[in-house]
């Protein structure tokens, strides 16, 4: 199935909210969907002369492809969304400094005396035969080819409690986690909050580093494919990864302290129960094995992400083996269709 | 040159400072210095029978070797510290729960109401011809083969302002960071406070997550092997590491987006140094290239590193060759003794 | 104008969020509003027996009365909420302690291993003849009679970006700040974002702690009058309040310290504003007159007042004069009532 | 007894930290102690044209008056340090923004890219007869007349663990806690580290509010009176303070938020000693009760202190009564000497 944002469309009527929003399309479990999203800026920012904060209307940043209305999603369940491909749409990346956005700037939270920091723009090749971006310095010759590392920076499902959230926020609904983790060939564990789920997606990075320091990753309009899944019944309080070599849960929370907590109190829990230690016999294992890389510093929620090596713990098996499953299903939809 | 803790002595004559104490030896810069280093519990938790809070005193935490007076460092200089090989010294470690400690409990400064979690003990199995430590469940048959990967929690000089800090204590001086990026092959550059430098080291992992979550490593006594050097009229502010792969940055503080800025902008500044960007350009390098683990979140700093791939930044040089200069001195010392 | 919740209606359809809701009334300014608000558990905990875990339905906590249409109120506009009464409608209050809620316990947010401190719930005498609460400790016959100064927790507006938040949520729409300063008296100011403003309030408090410390005051169900008024054209960027005697700024995040650079960074533009000094000298006046108490440190963004004296500005009027005009305005109303 | 700075000595002998200095006297409890304190730039700033950062080493700066060696104190008692009387020494007193230190600025611990805020002096009348301070704007012809009240932003101990810390920095040894709590007619409660106590005391301020925001409040040298006195074997894990109207305890802690848990942590375990009521009671009272002004949001921990009125415990007497014990002594002591 095929869905497609309209970009002629009048930019106000695309989605900038987790929730609140009615869906776009009705998509059963487990068939593959085809779309793709706009970069962060709805594709406004696209020469080193394009300021964000001239080009952007601040009400209308981030815009999402969807929700989709996931048939049969409950309150209460999961929703496995498994992203098939990752892959640039265009030869061209853009990144920015926003005044009074990033972590290492006075912000309006973080709230100074200072005037803000430079606003700049810089456009990257994205040269997806080579697999790598490249980055110009606007100062100087100075350039670097990076690989490409293709992602989404927000994914998520309406919150609970009757919220509707900005596609700017990352919290308990997914949102606009920011981390590299979420590529292709991972599952992204998402809990149910409303019937149908209501799942978008958006934001994508031809790569970021960690934290993403400046609040801007290397942002691009993205070819997306996905398959979606539901775990009736089995409650997942924060998101959570997998992917086919690491299990990853996640915490977005000010400050960074309480979304590390968030992450390896996640974690703690999900190893007890994958391998039937007792909760502290579990903190232990964690202590000892978790990586922990930051995901952002620098949206309304800072975002940690605790992982642990399946290596580390062979012959156990994570939400009823659905990642695995989907990984076979991607393959069967992707050799079909003789598309990436 | 060897200098050998006694562990016979008196514990409280053992060094649990960083400044404060006089030198227990001159070294020379490139001298390749043997010692080893009591493990944080200075070798008094040795069973899951023995409890930290009952046989360890609180003022007697994490013993260091040192503090070493380095000839010719003077405040203002950069103090090299190379690790050459970090060997647990015992067949065994040991990790634990200690009330109020650690980052998924209320401790003396997250202040609560809680009871404490359950205080427990847990002995590891360090196997150094299989490179694994071995660790058993305690409320279950729960085991798990984890790969060896031997480091130091602390490593640090005399602080600046007269000032003189727990080992338990991570800051600008170094200290207890208890980031696993402090492997052999690393070399540590620390600046100088106060004339020799005064540098100490301790605190011995056989292995740790990212984070350290239950505040307990599998700690070890540790055989160790450094070179020393004195970068003059360099200062640095904050910790920094380099490997044959990787730039890193470190900031202790808290809140843990306190030490995220730190680390982050102490490499901004230092990418600008070595490949002549402009700030602004820097900033937006690193956005997209670095790698941030978080080392702990249970000390009373909290440490996040900032890395950033050598790869991304070919023909660099930092530190005026430094790393190198010892890895090769390193060689000529260990080829010529033999010795690991 | 008199609008009433209706307490026999279905818990579902009362109002628990800031947005998303439509009006229940408009109001014209300069109106007086007599209204009456639910206590924050929805009048379901009346004994010591009632345990809120058990007897409350998580996404039915802090019903609002509102929203209100205010006529005329446009995004950009400020909205001023004068607070003619607040009288406690009952001759009971009630506390309690929540599971994982409040400032000294683990939270879903400061994630960690801890069970949840005793559930508990205390029933308060409230004596509005002798302007008393009466407490009595539940575990041994201690008991004290505390001053009556009632107050709303929550006072806010539809937030911005298309938002809908909980009303357990403070932030810069106003919502839950649970600050005392929200007493009879004090004219709130808040910012406009969506057409009508859509204003609700709630939450009454007959005393509360400064920062809220177990998470729940003296809760009450509260008859209540207030004038509303727009001021077109002056945005408000986060809430402000004004009594008497002071003039006070809002800040709601975390960490703690970022709602404290919000209160005194929106304080120094001010006092700049009113005073026509620089703000670097607004700065320096606001460092030597500020009181800042602690609102809130329980909710989901955490809550800081800073005040300044009007006695330090004799002479400066704010607001256009609003404040001093809906008090004489109060005055007639209240004395053609005959009310309080 | 009197004991005073030497104003002319070489700066480098003044004492800028808690422990780590020998004693400048020996003080048997109950004797008044009459000393000064130099201003927090010893002096060195006079006149809106001298700037910190230039005529102020920043390794000499809060000059303490001590450590005093308080005959019989020994680790694990408290000592009483009871503030007879705190007068401006001069009839003049400064504030100034330092570069990267404050609230509403980058720091280089909040480290961030930006420049730093404009520096700047401003000179302060003191007028004890009227009791007021006189504020010139620099900017414009702004002025502002506000009352006198003078305090100590510093008074402590040598903290434990054989630590010495700096006296800009604020913790459970006291020190620069920076609140305006810490009047005339006060007494300080500090926990006992190391014999003979080792107490110091300085940073005088004519008034500041609290939160100190820009970092500096009016500074001055201080004329200061107190009584030193000894509670045997009770330890005060951290400083409380105790005026004829209210008990308060004191948190210095980053995040903000943790020093608000320590300080009522603190409250709680100290109302439930107080009044025999259980903790959880206590936790109820002090919601109910706590006033909690912010002190400091600037120094190396930020520091929140919690009040609970006497008025709302009658009969009860803290710390066996030393307050009113001092605050009597005083009294007799000024009498005999006739002065303030």
């Known amino acids: 199935m095929r869905w497609e944002p309209d970009p002629d469309a009048d930019p106000a009527g ?6 609140g929003v009615p869906a776009v399309a009705e998509i059963a479990p487990g068939t593959l969907l085809s779309t793709w999203t706009m970069d962060c800026f709805g594709g406004r920012v696209r020469a080193p002369t394009d300021l964000a904060s001239q080009v952007c209307d601040p009400r209308m940043l981030n815009p999402q492809s969807g929700p989709f209305h996931v048939t049969g999603a409950k309150p209460g369940d999961t929703l496995a969304v498994h992203l098939v491909s ?12 926003v005044p ?14 200072h005037s803000a920091l430079t606003e700049r723009t810089w456009i990257y090749e994205i040269d997806t035969r080579e697999q790598v971006v490249r980055y110009l310095a606007a100062d100087t010759p100075f350039t670097a080819t990076l690989p490409l590392d293709p992602m ?4 998520g499902v309406a919150p609970a409690l009757g919220e ?11 949102g606009n986690m920011d981390t590299p983790e979420m590529r292709a060939g991972v599952t992204c564990y998402l809990g149910v909050n409303v019937e149908g789920a209501m799942v978008s997606l958006g934001d994508g990075h031809a790569r970021q580093g960690e934290g993403e320091t400046c609040g801007v990753a290397v942002e691009c309009a993205m070819d997306t494919q996905l398959i979606l899944d539901v775990l009736p019944g089995r409650a997942t309080p924060w998101p ?8 990853m849960t996640t915490g977005s929370a000010r400050p960074l302290e309480d979304a590390f907590r968030i992450a390896h109190q996640q974690m703690v829990t999900w190893v007890a129960e994958l391998t039937g230690q007792s909760i502290i016999d579990a903190y232990q294992f964690v202590s000892q094995t978790a990586l922990t890389p930051i995901a952002n510093v620098v949206d309304t929620n800072y975002t940690v992400v605790c992982k642990v090596a399946k290596a580390h713990l062979p012959r156990v098996v994570a939400m009823d083996g659905v990642h695995a499953r989907l990984r076979t299903l991607a393959a069967v939809h992707t050799r079909q269709s003789g598309s990436r």
Chains 1, 2, 3, 4 share one sequence.
Do not use: K, N, Q
């Open 100 to 113: 009074f956005f990033g972590s290492l700037t006075a912000t309006p939270t973080t709230a100074m005396l």
């Open 14 to 19: 695309y989605t900038y909210t987790f929730g």
């Open 86 to 97: 990752i892959t640039p749409r265009e030869a061209w990346g853009v990144s920015s400094t």
């Open 152 to 155: 989404h920076g927000t994914v």
């Open 240 to 247: 959570r990864l997998e992917s086919d070599d690491f299990w």
């Open 164 to 174: 509707v959230r900005s596609s700017l926020a990352p919290g308990d609904w997914g």
